[in-house]
């Protein structure tokens, strides 16, 4: 093995590039390479799907692996509610670092990770436009969208942010698709104190943009989401709200208003932006995971493999494509009922 770890990291949708280059790397062992046909690496990562080839609709690719299956892993992205895998294509990989529960996504090499490589803050010139704290003359803002979805949380989240603009209609400025439309959330964030951020799932290790995002605007959160973000983050930096109980939410966010919360609890927003930028940016996620796993395998590639897209897979075996149609229909018909029950729905 070369003396650093060459990671192959691919995805059907493009990588943000500063996540694996430009921000802090605390594990310089590691080398990502980004190149969809390099066949020189120690590793392949694979980020929900393998990349098109030319102008593919779908992802049709086949990668013939160069590592062995036992240093290939699949990251995921979007939580059960919005993705199923099935496990003809999850059992493809050597390990999996998820934030979907053992029950969505089995696996006997799973590792729990959140979704972590997408800012929709902005890029890095956003981020290093302000080194320090930025005049926040601005209260309250929350970034919405018209989506309705019952086997997630969207259609909650959506009531709820109705609500909100009827009774914080006073303090309250609404972004987002069908709202006011801005380039990057920044604009949406950089000049308020608070921001109020609703996950479209809730479930341990799943926080997303829509908490990290607020972090990196120097925001104080309410947040709905991730029931372990404190592990993750000092619990000063976020206000815990459950969007199953608006008045109380609503009552929350006054109160902290009121009490100046921000400026209090601002050294532990800071930190939180400090640890999306340095400790949980794309590449030092991967290489973590990758360099626990290289500890407990052999010096020698275990074994050829290859790894087929989802639906490369699916086209292969009419007993795969009906494997992932029925589990697929189990999983949104179980979602639906479950948050149905979590937000008491009719």
Not at 91 to 116: E, I, K, W, Y
Not at 261 to 290: C, Q, T
Request: glycine share 6%; with cysteine.
């Amino acid at each position: 093995m070369t003396a650093k770890i060459r990671v192959k990291l691919v995805s059907k949708n493009p990588i943000e590039v500063f996540q694996v280059s430009t921000l802090p790397q605390l594990y310089p062992q590691v080398e990502f390479v980004l190149d969809a046909e390099a066949r020189e690496y120690d590793w392949l990562v694979v980020y929900d799907d393998l990349p098109r080839r030319g102008d593919e609709r779908l992802p049709l690719r086949v990668e013939e692996v160069a590592c062995g299956r036992a240093r290939t892993a699949l990251l995921t992205y979007e939580p059960s509610s919005i993705k199923y895998f099935g496990r003809d294509y999850t059992d493809q990989f050597g390990m999996v670092l998820t934030s979907q529960d053992a029950a969505a996504l089995p696996h006997t090499n799973r590792r729990d990770m959140p979704p972590v490589g997408r800012w929709f803050y902005g890029g890095v010139d956003e981020m290093r436009a302000h080194p320090s704290v930025p005049d926040k003359p601005d209260l309250l803002s929350v970034f919405g969208s018209k989506k309705q979805q019952k086997h997630s949380l969207h259609l909650r989240r959506f009531e709820f942010l109705n609500t909100l603009m009827h009774e914080l209609g006073d303090i309250i400025s609404v972004y987002g698709s069908g709202y006011q439309r801005v380039e990057h959330k920044a604009e949406g964030m950089d000049s308020f104190k608070y921001h109020i951020a609703v996950e479209n799932h809730i479930g341990a290790h799943h926080w997303t943009e829509k908490l990290s995002d607020a972090f990196l605007g120097y925001c104080l959160p309410f947040y709905a989401g991730c029931p372990n973000a404190a592990a993750y983050f000092p619990e000063d930096a976020f206000i815990p709200i459950d969007i199953r109980d608006t008045a109380s939410a609503c009552a929350t966010i006054r109160a902290a208003i009121a009490d100046n919360a921000f400026e209090k609890r601002l050294p532990a927003i800071i930190e939180a932006r400090r640890r999306v930028i340095e400790d949980y940016n794309l590449g030092n996620m991967i290489a973590k995971h990758v360099i626990d796993q290289e500890e407990r395998l052999d010096e020698v590639t275990l074994g050829a493999a290859q790894i087929y897209s989802r639906h490369a897979l699916m086209r292969s075996s009419l007993w795969v494509f009906l494997r992932y149609a029925l589990g697929k229909i189990r999983s949104r018909s179980f979602n639906k009922r479950y948050w149905k029950d979590y937000t008491g729905q009719r």
